[in-house]
């Protein structure tokens, strides 16, 4: 089979953000583009010439064809082995799995997680290393450089390689091994949680689940697990069929897009969980019985319980979060003398903490939890978390969460997405917000004491790397807090971000809406960052 150098010119732009290089379809679909970054991965990665490589995406639209392409450029430099899903699907966490138990040197993941799919929606398309973690920003940024300066791509002239049967084909020198996208994951999952004792509280009656696959990836995984092997009754799975547009939805996990799980989990015999998962598996949302666990308040219930589960029964080294992700989980690990980190918004900076074994468990606001068993968050694994802990506590959603919120106190938390604004309006808002830091401490915002203001600088604690202008951050006194960032994964215009949180220590004290609770934080932030002056927006377009 001939190798063939094709000639090519580099594009602008091809710079990954916090989860790979997120596009539209139609970008993804002109002559050299993926090609480009797929070679400029190959040039940066030398490790995969003579190596094993893993390669699944969400089966959104275009992946199909984007394996095929990926395939001729891995035969062409010099990949000795791929293991691919069939049908070449495997969700983001079955990848991570599988690149660590293949011993990979590293695996190209396609997805645009939760965004929408179909041929005028968003295509993906990352690098994760040997670890099963995604590549951290200096090997995305060599990669950058190199889609900046490339001048020619490898390929070979091949036929498209069958995908539809488990097994061992070829594509010249290389092999190629078909694998089942879930059988590894599943195994990993028995490895470290009760499967019998959630089976029998499955049998029991005591515990029942409703799991969302919103058309993606997971659907069959959670077939897989929860109704084959722990035995949840036929139909626990909804929308558990992967389509290529997802059937038009947005598989993005939160109560604005799963409504016939949200609606469900509101009647009096809903089930004891309701979940549901994103594009491409990795996110989770969690509900009760009338009841909705924040992603900040579900990492802190996850880490307070561990030790209840086989896979965690020995404790935990240390937590993390990312930065905007609300503080509950700090007072959980405060009263297990374990250490909490505070990271950057986006998986990868966890990676060099687990790697270094300084954390077991960590989270982000946006619906991600994960632990060290790969290198990703892990929605399905959630879902298990807190499934196998109430089948140990014997109680409800509900429940676990008024004791956690008795013990440690509430913190209430919203985040207001102000979508497709002018990039240069969002950077001028940033920028003007900067300018004030180093005067806000003290002052007062329409009568809230601020105690820090800064913009967030990380310091890796394992290798020393830096990541600074992480997002701005404003604690005032009495536990409120403000943070201002701009999101690094939409694919039109910026995105403002603005979380907000406030903690009550008085459980008795409860009322129900964050929006009303946390009023007077919001309008300081509005104000403070002048957001409708800005974007000339009144109001955000997504809460969450
Ligand atoms: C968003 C989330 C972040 C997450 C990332 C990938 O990034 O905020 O926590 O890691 O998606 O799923 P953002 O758009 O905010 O940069
Ligand atoms: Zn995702």
Redesign the pocket.
């Known amino acids: 089979m001939n190798v063939r150098r094709i000639d090519t010119t580099p594009f602008p732009g091809q710079r990954p953000?916090?989860?790979g290089l997120r596009k539209r379809v139609a970008q993804f679909r002109q002559p050299h583009y993926l090609e480009n970054f797929v070679q400029a991965v190959f040039d940066t990665a030398p490790a995969l010439r003579g190596g094993t490589l893993v390669l699944g995406g969400d089966g959104r639209y275009h992946n199909r064809d984007a394996v095929q392409t990926i395939l001729r450029l891995a035969a062409s430099n010099g990949v000795n082995r791929v293991i691919v899903g069939k049908g070449g699907i495997l969700s983001t966490p079955a990848a991570s799995c599988v690149i660590r138990g293949w011993a990979a040197q590293g695996g190209i993941i396609l997805s645009a997680?939760?965004n929408p799919g179909g041929p005028d929606a968003d295509f993906g398309v990352k690098y994760n290393l040997d670890s099963g973690g995604p590549a951290p920003a200096a090997a995305t940024e060599a990669i950058y450089r190199c889609t900046q300066e490339i001048s020619r791509y490898f390929t070979v002239d091949a036929a498209d390689v069958d995908l539809e049967e488990i097994g061992i084909v070829t594509l010249g020198a290389m092999t190629i091994e078909v694998i089942d996208p879930v059988a590894d994951y599943a195994a990993l999952m028995e490895s470290l949680f009760d499967f019998n004792r959630i089976a029998e509280a499955f049998r029991s009656g005591a515990l029942s689940v409703c799991f969302d696959g919103m058309n993606a990836v997971t659907g069959p995984y959670a077939r897989e697990i929860l109704e084959r092997r722990l035995g949840a009754c036929n139909g626990s799975v909804i929308r558990g069929e992967p389509l290529e547009d997802f059937g038009g939805a947005h598989p993005d996990p939160n109560l604005v897009h799963a409504p016939e799980l949200v609606t469900l989990m509101q009647q009096p015999d809903a089930p004891t969980l309701g979940a549901a998962s994103d594009g491409d598996g990795?996110?989770n949302m969690i509900l009760g019985r009338g009841a909705y666990v924040t992603p900040s308040d579900s990492l802190a219930v996850l880490a307070e319980n561990a030790h209840l589960i086989p896979g965690y029964a020995q404790g935990l080294a240390g937590v993390a979060r990312?930065m905007?992700t609300s503080r509950a989980v700090d007072r959980v690990a405060r009263a297990l003398e374990i250490p909490c980190y505070e990271t950057p918004?986006?998986?990868k900076y966890f990676g060099n903490l687990l790697d270094a074994g300084h954390i077991t468990l960590c989270g982000?606001?946006?619906f991600?939890t994960g632990s060290n068993h790969i290198r990703e968050?892990d929605g399905l694994w959630a879902v298990l978390m807190w499934l196998n802990i109430l089948a140990v506590r014997k109680t409800t959603v509900g429940d676990v969460l008024s004791h956690h919120w008795q013990v440690y106190g509430r913190t209430y938390y919203t985040r207001h997405d102000y979508e497709g604004i002018a990039t240069n309006a969002a950077e001028a808002l940033m920028q003007t917000l900067r300018d004030r830091l180093k005067h806000l401490a003290g002052e007062n915002l329409d009568q809230l004491a601020v105690e820090t203001a800064d913009d967030f600088h990380y310091v890796d604690p394992v290798d020393g790397s830096v990541a600074d202008r992480q997002g701005i951050r404003i604690c005032f006194e009495g536990g409120g807090r403000v943070i201002y960032?701009?999101?690094?994964?939409?694919t039109s215009g910026a995105?403002l971000?603005v979380y907000v949180e406030g903690h009550e220590s008085d459980p008795l004290r409860h009322d129900l809406d964050p929006q009303r609770v946390l009023a007077d934080y919001i309008s300081a932030a509005n104000h403070l960052a002048q957001i409708t002056k800005f974007t000339g927006r009144v109001a955000p377009d997504v809460i969450t």
């Open positions: 953000g916090t989860s997680s939760h990795d996110r990312s905007p918004t986006g998986w982000e606001e946006s991600g968050k960032r701009l999101s690094g994964t939409g995105t971000r």
